[in-house]
C-alpha cells in the first residue's frame, strides 16, 4: 500500500509527526503521542457540546414574520440568506479541501468535526426556513435571489476555489506541486476563514440578535446564540491556534515579513472588510435605524472592531487605514451573547426553551402546524 495514501510504517509512531500540514501522510490515528494538546482539548470540547438542528421550536417564529413590520422581516431573511449560504460554503468543502495536507491526528479529527458542526450550522438556517413560514420554497427562492449576499461571499469564495483545485490535485500528485507554493496557500486559506468566522459572522450575528433582544424571532437567536459560540470559540480558536503554531515552527513567521505574501493577505482582509461595511450600507438603505437599538454607523464600528481583533492578531495594524472604534461599539454582543450565553435565558413561561423540546413532529401539508412536544 502507498505511503501517500495511508502510511503504515510503524517507526513514524516513535516520532510522532509535529508538522500539521504537509509532514508525512497519516497512517493509524495516534492518539499515543499528542503533539499539540491544545488542538485536542478544542476537538473535546466541540464533541462534547454537540447539538442538534432539531432542538428549537422554529415554527413559533411564524407568528413574528407574519406580524412584524416589513424592514424588520426583510433583515432578518436577509440576515439569514448570508449566514445559511456562508454555512453551506463551508461545510460542503472544508475538510474536503484540507483532507490531503494535514498530517496531524489533532488536526485532523478536530477539522472532520469543525465541517460535521459547520453542516449543523447550515441544516439549522434550512429549519429556521422551513418551520416559519407557510410557504418555504418562495422564502427559499428569495433567499437565492438576494444577490448582495453572494456578492458578500466573493473573497473567501475565491481562496475557496483555488484551494479546491489545488486540493484535488495535491490528491492526485502531491509530487507535482511546490511545497512553498502549497504552503502558502494553505496559510492564506486558514487567514480567510478565520476572518470569515471572526468578522463576517460576527456582524450578521449582531443583527438577529439585536431583534431577539427587542423580543422577535427569539428561537432563533436562541439557536444563532449556539452558532455563534461554536464559531468565537472554537472555530475562531482553532484559526489562531494554528497561526500560532505555524508561526512557533518557523516558516509562516517568515511568510509575515515577506512583502509579498503580506499583500496578497491585505488584499483577502479588506475586501472581506469592505464587503462587510458595503453589506450594512445595503441592509440598512430603507432606514439607517431599522432595528432599535442599532443603527448603521453602530454595526459598521462593530465590524471594524472585529476586524481590528484579526488584524492585530496578525501585527497587521500598521498596513490598514481603518478608524478603528476605541470601545466597543455593541457591548450587548460581547456582554449578553458572546461571552454569556446563560444569561439569555428567560423562564418557560417567558419563551419556549430549547433545552425543553426533546423532539417534534411538524404536520407542514397543511397552513396549520401541530406539534407533539416531549417535556421533561
Known sequence: ??????????????????????????????????????????YKRLKAQDWDELEFPFYNCKKDFNECNKVERELMVKTLAWQWEADSLVGNSLYTILEPFISNTELKVLYMRINDNENIHALTYSEIIKQSFSNPDEVLQEVLNINDAKTRLNAVGDVFELMYGLSSGYRLNPFKYDYLYIYRSLMKFIIAIL???????MASFAVTFKLHDNGLFIPIGEAVNKICQ???????ETGKEIINIERKNGLLEELLDDTTFIEEIKIILKEIIDSELNWVDYLMQNDTN???????????????????????????????????P?????????NKYLYSSSSQQGSPQEERKANYFVGGFIEDDTDKIDILVNDL
Open 1 to 42: 500500500m502507498r505511503k501517500d495514501f495511508f502510511n503504515l510504517d510503524a517507526l513514524d509512531y516513535e516520532k510522532p509527526e509535529t508538522k500539521l500540514f504537509l509532514g508525512k501522510k497519516e497512517g493509524l490515528v495516534n492518539t499515543l503521542h499528542q503533539v499539540y494538546p491544545k488542538l485536542w482539548d478544542i
Open 195 to 201: 476572518a470569515l468566522e471572526r468578522i463576517q459572522f
Open 230 to 236: 461554536d464559531e468565537l470559540f472554537i472555530h475562531v
Open 290 to 324: 431599522a432595528i432599535v437599538g442599532l443603527d448603521t454607523k453602530k454595526l459598521k464600528d462593530w465590524v471594524l472592531w472585529c476586524a481590528k481583533d484579526v488584524i492585530e492578531f496578525l501585527d497587521l495594524m500598521d498596513i490598514f487605514d481603518y478608524n478603528y
Open 326 to 334: 476605541v470601545k466597543d461599539p455593541l457591548p450587548f454582543m460581547t
